[in-house]
């Protein structure tokens, strides 16, 4: 397992841009999946994006496709969410979540395949 604490969640105007970041400990973080999901009250929890264990590949949610782009310093420990024009519907609390990688390096859109999760960071963005 791998611990995960999220920071960079804050107040923005309509077409802001943010930069989430994600801290990991565990030797094993570089063989983990990653994933950025997303929460409103109410809802379920959503996915947002992903990337490979080795940085190579990455999935994204059609509502955030070509706004936000996930990236992984596995040197570091640390996965990023940077968010770009943002929306008033963007607003969530964000968790990273880590998925021990399998038979494939591949994204993972599926919430039920990762076993480790942030305490999340609250994004919000008015209008």
């Not at 080795?54 to 596995?74: C, E, L, M, P, W």
């Not at 990023?80 to 990688?101: G, Q, V, W």
């Amino acid at each position: 397992q791998v611990q995960l604490v999220e920071s960079g969640g804050g107040l923005v105007q309509a077409g802001g841009s943010l930069r989430l970041s994600c801290a990991a400990s565990g030797l094993t973080f570089s063989r983990h999946v990653m994933g950025w999901f997303r929460q409103t009250p109410g809802k379920e929890r959503e996915f947002a994006a992903s990337i490979s264990w080795g940085g190579d590949s990455t999935y994204y949610a059609d509502s955030v496709k070509g706004r936000f782009t996930i990236s992984r310093d596995n040197a570091r420990g640390t996965v990023y969410l940077h968010m770009n024009s943002l929306k008033p519907e963007d607003t969530a609390i964000y968790y990273c979540a880590a998925a021990r990688a399998g038979l494939a390096d591949l994204p993972l859109s599926r919430m039920a395949l990762y076993d480790s999760w942030g305490m999340g960071t609250q994004v919000t963005v008015s209008s």
